[in-house]
């Protein structure tokens, strides 16, 4: 007994075998249903049987019996093939709901502003595809839900040119660049002439809070000027920085797509064009290898690469 292998050690074959000839009476029928030879199934029986140290079948009157030990095992090998297939039934169902629910991560912005003509286009020719959406709009928290296989599919924007992360699949799919927005009702004045950043910077600025590539950037830029952002208010989303440029706070710091899209601000906003070029960017689409091979997910990105409403299959 103590030179008895445990089941756990054993070749998964073997058992597959021994169960195939305890159900089937015997080892020619379980070699018919098996599609291997009758001496291919006496061989493994016989290995397990050496490896268990005990016998498992005995003939009684022409026909193959089970032990008392035999019982035993043909008794655990029927609850663990059971497993096996609920759980090819569990896995299967898992494959299938990938493949029919999408997963994407993104800013807010790039959800309003970019994705929601993509998203649109896409149900109206996979509406049996559910859609998950994960708002997150700081860059690493967003690599996290990637790496954490949490969505399929992630976009964000970069002003880098370089990639974002070695660990994922990557492409471009959009362009931007930053600007300042303000509101009509409160700074019409500045409509229509082309201001330099210190000029920009005499009126209050409307921007995220730091640690955002919008923020990051526009400092830098102006600290090129040997200006400091002249922050009024600082937002967590440009959903917010919009709602306060609304009201009058001051210039808002944004991302403009590239071409700019018909209704991407409010009626009443309108640019303040900046004697020098601000600095511009892309938007990606990151993804891990396996997800190229999920219908959902790869019809979208190509929805995103053939571009939004008449340009559609």
């Not at 008895?4 to 089937?24: G, I």
């Not at 039934?89 to 991560?105: C, D, N, P, S």
């Not at 500045?190 to 995220?208: D, K």
């Not at 892309?282 to 008449?310: E, H, I, K, N, W």
Request: glycine share 8%; hydrophobic share 40%.
């Amino acid at each position: 007994m103590d030179t008895m292998k445990a089941l756990n050690e054993l070749n998964l074959e073997w058992l597959r075998v021994f169960h195939r000839v305890a159900s089937k009476g015997g080892m020619t029928a379980a070699a018919k249903s098996l599609f291997i030879t009758q001496p291919a199934v006496s061989h493994a029986v016989s290995q397990l049987e050496d490896r268990l140290g005990i016998r498992l079948f005995e003939r009684k009157s022409r026909r193959l019996m089970l032990t008392a030990e035999g019982e035993v095992l043909y008794g655990v090998t029927r609850r663990m093939f059971a497993v096996l297939r609920e759980g090819t039934r569990e896995l299967h169902e898992a494959v299938e709901m990938k493949q029919t629910v999408l997963r994407i991560g993104c800013p807010f912005l790039l959800l309003r502003s970019f994705l929601s003509g993509y998203l649109s286009d896409f149900h109206r020719t996979h509406a049996s595809v559910r859609i998950q959406l994960e708002i997150e709009n700081r860059m690493q928290p967003m690599l996290d839900l990637l790496r954490g296989d949490k969505v399929d599919l992630l976009f964000l924007a970069t002003p880098k040119p370089d990639r974002i992360d070695p660990e994922f699949l990557e492409e471009q799919v959009g362009a931007f660049r930053y600007g300042f927005v303000a509101s009509r009702t409160h700074f019409g004045a500045l409509e229509g002439r082309r201001l330099t950043l210190s000029q920009i910077n005499s009126h209050p600025i409307v921007i995220l809070r730091p640690g955002n590539n919008t923020r990051d950037w526009m400092e830098r830029e102006f600290a090129k000027e040997g200006l400091a952002l002249n922050v009024q208010v600082e937002t967590k989303t440009m959903a917010e920085t919009e709602e306060f440029v609304k009201a009058g706070f001051g210039l808002g710091a944004m991302m403009i797509d590239e071409p700019e899209q018909a209704g991407s601000h409010p009626e009443e906003f309108f640019e303040v064009k900046t004697a020098k070029a601000l600095p511009a960017g892309r938007y990606a689409a990151l993804y891990r290898g396996q997800t190229s091979q999920m219908p959902a997910a790869r019809d979208f990105l190509d929805c995103v690469r053939r571009g939004r409403t008449g340009e559609m299959d």
